[in-house]
């Protein structure tokens, strides 16, 4: 799998930009995508309607940043065009796999769309970088030094392997709903509003401040998962829909935030 021919896969800019510096001569997908929120129904379909509307329901929220919903439909669609091209051409995929919920869904719907002759493997990257948080690892905290031991080292999948990884893919199509982690090698779900009590809490406890620093203090937090600030700042500003919170607007970027 480490040939020329192979199309390597892995989320997060960071990452990818590493990678292509340390395979120049081969083809690095960065996957834009975060299949560890929200509905999965049609997220591997080529018009995911729902899971579109799902991403701009964040987007949206996210008022302060103006067209950050049009740059993210932009790399979106780029990124599905080049993965649905590499399953019909049948091409070799390999994929860089961190430790998170989004990662063994990435890995499931990758089972279950390639065909049975298409070459899939993995390069497992926990425990084999000299970064973490709070024990896990994703893609992008890896820079070009801490991926270069991992070259070569890819392994294969069996056919028994991806049968049982498709197989989850599809249970999760049908099931998933909201915020989910992985815990113990296991898929677990959890409701979209799993982080609201944690961003409530401590604006009791430290008061008004950033909506920035609030998420980077929850994210902080949070042992089990890696939570990005775009899902946390999404959070608040239903927060504040509900007339829990008051999002007060600044000359630039995110807002204030207080309890109401």
């Known amino acids: ?18 990678l292509r510096q340390l395979l120049p001569a081969q083809e690095v997908l960065e996957v834009v995508e ?7 129904a049609d997220a591997d379909t080529i018009d995911p309607q729902l899971r579109l509307a799902w991403w701009n329901r964040l987007w949206w929220a996210l008022n302060w940043w103006p067209d950050l919903d049009e740059a993210f439909q932009r790399d979106y669609w780029q990124c599905r065009k080049r993965l649905f091209r590499a399953f019909s051409q049948r091409q070799p995929l ?7 919920a989004h990662d063994r869904l990435l890995l ?21 970088v000299p970064c973490s948080h709070h024990g896990y690892v994703a893609l992008g905290m890896c820079d070009a030094d801490a991926l270069r031991p991992l070259l070569g080292t890819a392994r294969r999948l069996s056919a028994e392997q991806r049968q049982a990884h498709a197989a989850e893919w599809a249970h ?14 296991a898929l ?18 430290h008061g008004p401040q950033p909506a920035a620093r ?25 927060l504040a829909d ?19």
């Open 34 to 40: 975060d299949f560890a929120h929200g509905p999965l």
């Open 94 to 100: 390999c994929l860089w796999l961190g430790d998170g």
């Open 242 to 260: 509900a007339g829990l919170v008051v999002l007060m607007p600044q000359p630039e970027g995110p807002p204030e935030v207080a309890l109401r």
């Open 108 to 128: 499931d719907m990758l089972c279950a769309h390639a065909h049975a002759a298409q070459p899939l493997a993995v390069v497992e990257i926990s425990g084999r």
């Open 1 to 18: 799998m480490s040939g020329d021919s192979s199309l390597h896969l892995l989320t997060g800019p960071a990452g990818a930009q590493a």
């Open 172 to 185: 999760w199509q049908q099931q998933g709903q909201g915020w989910r982690e992985l815990h113990d090698a």
């Open 214 to 238: 609030l998420a980077g203090w929850v994210m902080g937090q949070h042992t089990t998962a890696f939570v990005p600030d775009n899902y946390l700042l999404w959070r608040l500003s239903t």
């Open 188 to 205: 677990v779900e959890y409701p979209a509003s799993c982080f609201d009590a944690a961003l409530l809490e401590a604006l009791r406890r």
